[in-house]
C-alpha cells in the first residue's frame, strides 16, 4: 500500500578521499554523505524538514561512521610520518656527533631505509647533511616531524623510537654532549619526560655494551 504522506532522508556526497576502514581493516576511499529529511507525497520528495547529519561511508563495504573518524591517520600517513620523523631525528643526531664516522653514518642510512626509503644510501645521506643550514640552527622541520609521529604511538612504541635514534649516535662512538641534548630535544617532541629519556640512553647504551 502507497504512503501518501510521509517523510525520508536523502543523502548526497559531499566529498570523497581514502580512510581507515575498520571493518576492511585497511586504508579505502570513502564517500562523505550529508543527510536532510524530506516530506514525501506519493513517494516524491516536496518539501526540506532539516538536516540528518552526515556520515563517512566506506566504498568498499558500504559500513557508515562518524565524520570523526577522519582523525586516525591512515596507513600511508602513518608511513610518511615514520620516515619523516626517522629522517630528521637521523639528521639530527649525525650533525651533533661526528656525521664523518662510516658506521654512524651506515646506521642513519639503515634506520631511513627501514622506516621506508629503501632507496636511500650514501650518496642521498650525503646531499641530505649537505641541504641542512649551518649550525647552530634546527635540523629544519624536526618539531613538527616528531610530533606529527608521537601521537601515533605508545609510550612503548616512543621508547623504541628513541633507542634507535640513540643508536644512531652510539654507532660513532660514546654519545657527546650535544648528542644527549638532541636525544631529549627529540624525546620532548614524543612527548617525554627527560628522565624517561635518559633512562632510554642508559638502558640502550648498556645493550649496546653487552651486543
Given at each position: 500500500m502507497l504512503t501518501v504522506v510521509g517523510s525520508k532522508v536523502c543523502y548526497r556526497t559531499v566529498g570523497r578521499g581514502v580512510f581507515?576502514?575498520?571493518?576492511?581493516?585497511?586504508?579505502r576511499p570513502y564517500g562523505h554523505r550529508s543527510g536532510r529529511r524530506w516530506c514525501v507525497l506519493f513517494g516524491i520528495p516536496v518539501a526540506r524538514r532539516g538536516a540528518a547529519g552526515e556520515h563517512l561511508r566506506c566504498d568498499e563495504c558500504l559500513t557508515c561512521y562518524r565524520v570523526e573518524l577522519l582523525a586516525v591517520p591512515t596507513?600511508?600517513?602513518?608511513q610518511l610520518a615514520?620516515?619523516?620523523?626517522?629522517?630528521?631525528?637521523?639528521?639530527?643526531?649525525?650533525?651533533?656527533?661526528?656525521?664523518?664516522?662510516?658506521?654512524?653514518?651506515?646506521?642513519?642510512?639503515?634506520?631511513?631505509?627501514?622506516?621506508?626509503a629503501p632507496d636511500c644510501?650514501?650518496?642521498?645521506l650525503a646531499a641530505a647533511l649537505?641541504?641542512?643550514p649551518a649550525e647552530p640552527e634546527p635540523v629544519p622541520g624536526l618539531r613538527p616531524a616528531v610530533e606529527a609521529l608521537s601521537v601515533q604511538l605508545d609510550m612503548h612504541a616512543r621508547e623504541w623510537f628513541l633507542a634507535k635514534v640513540v643508536q644512531v649516535g652510539l654507532a660513532g662512538g660514546p654519545l657527546h654532549v650535544a648528542q644527549r641534548e638532541v636525544i631529549e630535544t627529540v624525546a620532548g617532541y614524543l612527548g617525554m619526560s627527560q628522565v624517561r629519556a635518559r633512562d632510554v640512553?642508559?638502558?640502550?647504551e648498556e645493550a649496546a655494551q653487552a651486543g
Open positions: 581507515h576502514c575498520e571493518k576492511c581493516g585497511g586504508d596507513a600511508e600517513q602513518m615514520l620516515l619523516a620523523g626517522t629522517t630528521a631525528s637521523v639528521l639530527a643526531m649525525l650533525r651533533a656527533g661526528d656525521g664523518a664516522r662510516a658506521a654512524a653514518r651506515r646506521r642513519a642510512i639503515a634506520e631511513i631505509k627501514a622506516a621506508g644510501d650514501e650518496e642521498a649537505d641541504g641542512l640512553i642508559s638502558l640502550t
